[in-house]
């Protein structure tokens, strides 16, 4: 059933990315490049994914920057939204935006602080971060314990079959927005898409780590048989393995994708495979 889901997303959002390219010749998307409308140039989109965007003339419809900035110049003209998620966007008094004007940034950028300060922020900031998780878990595992257990049971019992599912979950993540993107009406998508696959990481993480936790404490023949531990212990196990640099990010990335995988087949642990 999921395979059947899956495969009718996939054939809708290449029908109607089809049909945005035919519809909108004279939009504008590149791929790790900046775009740039020139004075007196009329384009229907402009999108950067991965630089930024530069607008002299006029885009009919919306400016995104993702992974850039968006510059709006004197006289420049943007008939929908004007968005930069990871950059700034620089408007001119006499430029116009006749939609939304939205900018998503990080944390702690390196053109606002210097590098010592930089570096403290971003270490009291994991910290908080970590400790904040840990409270997360708890919350999440005392709302939802049925459905991380059948999705920690589903990894168990498939280790290889949900981590090839969490690897096309992730292979699809940016070409799903790019297709939302391109189709001006599943712009308003992307958030959606974006929450989702999130809160699946998510439960899929915990889930993945009650695994390992579990585990490990099997291993060490303890005692030790809650939920509530086996999740934790795996958590921190997991954070710690992360600090190795190169493989402690292959270990949790591969313990990542299974979570998700697992999520997927039991539909967030609400049946099981």
């Given at each position: ?58 885009v ?34 006499r ?52 459905q ?85 212990i ?13 493989i ?6 591969v ?19």
């Amino acid at each position: 059933m999921v395979k059947r889901v899956l495969a009718g997303l996939l054939v809708v959002g290449f029908v109607v990315a089809g049909a945005s390219f035919a519809a909108e010749k004279q939009g504008i998307v590149k791929f790790g490049e900046n775009v740039e409308i020139a004075r007196g140039q009329e384009v229907d989109t402009a999108v950067a994914i991965g630089g930024s965007v530069t607008v002299a003339g006029k885009v009919k419809g919306d400016a995104v920057a993702i992974g850039g900035s968006l510059y709006l110049k004197d006289w420049s003209e943007v008939g929908g939204n004007a968005v930069s998620i990871g950059g700034k966007i620089d408007k001119s008094p006499r430029a116009t935006v006749r939609g939304d004007v939205t900018v998503i940034g990080f944390p702690f950028a390196a053109s606002e602080v210097g590098k010592e300060e930089a570096v403290m922020g971003l270490t009291i900031f994991s910290i908080i971060s970590f400790i904040a998780f840990l409270v997360l878990v708890i919350i999440l595992i005392a709302l939802f314990p049925s459905q991380l257990g059948k999705i920690s049971a589903v990894v168990e019992g498939n280790l290889l079959k949900t981590f090839l599912w969490g690897v096309l979950i992730v292979i699809l993540f940016v070409p799903v927005i790019i297709l939302l993107v391109i189709s001006i009406a599943g712009i308003i998508l992307i958030p959606v898409w974006i929450v989702l696959v999130c809160v699946a990481g998510l439960f899929g993480y915990i889930a993945a780590a009650h695994f390992i936790g579990r585990k490990i404490l099997k291993a060490f023949k303890l005692n030790v048989r809650t939920m509530m531990a086996e999740a934790l212990i795996g958590v921190i196990v997991l954070s710690l393995v992360g600090l190795v640099p190169f493989i402690g990010f292959i270990v949790k990335a591969v313990i990542s994708c299974m979570g998700l995988g697992g999520v997927a087949l039991t539909r967030f642990g609400t049946e099981k495979t």
